[in-house]
């Protein structure tokens, strides 16, 4: 079993809908990433969380380090918004300097 | 500020041949990581560098090294290429003497194709 689980694997929207993207991770974490990837591959990181909310524009983050559980949400999704969005985690363990990443969600909004 | 860079974009090697990537990180970033990202699937971490030294690794077999120079930036060496290393390896600084450490900026990729 993977350490960080996103789900849905891939997720289709119409323009203007709220969209949600969860992550759920099984090992104690310093910080949680939430990550927006294009087609060609370069990486954007949209969020840092290790309580709490974060809010940037249309994007909301959410964690709770109780459950182990993220939430990435998009309101008024619109068609540039389609991206892979990945979750990756801090793991706690002694000198783990890495991220370990979920196998991320393809979003799709369609206009 | 140009963010993190790395190159080449694009790169096409056969099998048994050895590839070099490189990194330059985003200004005032001493520590660099490597990832390698298959298709489809989330990027795994391959190693870290920081001052000069490799400090951590991931599951990958020692035809994967690295390099960090005395500018920050570094390289990432895979030798006897396997079809299997055909990837994007992406390249992310951090400053590591801060809190802010936790937070990586990612490079744009080297995709790499292994006939």
């Known amino acids: 079993k993977n350490e960080v689980e996103q789900s849905p694997q891939n997720l289709t929207a119409q323009e203007g809908e709220f969209i949600t993207i969860n992550c759920s991770y099984s090992v104690g974490i310093s910080a949680l990433h939430w990550l927006q990837q294009h087609p060609g591959g370069g990486i954007v990181s949209l969020f840092m969380l290790s309580s709490g909310k974060k809010k940037h524009g249309r994007l909301i983050a959410t964690i709770n380090i109780q459950e182990k559980h993220s939430s990435l949400h998009i309101t008024a999704s619109h068609p540039r918004d389609s991206a892979v969005y990945i979750c990756?985690?801090?793991?706690?363990?002694?000198?783990?300097?890495?991220?370990?990443f979920g196998q991320g969600t393809r979003l799709t909004i369609n206009p | 500020d140009a963010g993190v860079t790395q190159s080449p974009t694009h790169l096409i090697k056969t099998r048994g041949q050895q590839v070099t990537l490189r990194c330059s990180p985003k200004s005032g970033h001493d520590t660099v990581s490597w990832y390698q990202q298959a298709l489809g699937q989330g990027p795994q971490f391959i190693f870290q560098?920081?001052?000069?030294?490799?400090?951590q690794r991931g599951n990958f077999p020692d035809r994967f090294s690295g390099h960090q120079f005395p500018n920050y930036s570094s390289e990432l060496n895979v030798n006897a290429l396997l079809l299997g290393d055909s990837a994007l390896y992406l390249c992310a600084s951090s400053f590591f003497g801060t809190p802010s450490y936790n937070e990586q900026f990612f490079g744009p990729g080297t995709r790499l194709t292994v006939l």
């Open positions: 990756a985690v801090r793991p706690l363990r002694q000198g783990a300097q890495k991220l370990v």
């Open positions: 560098y920081y001052e000069e030294e490799e400090r």
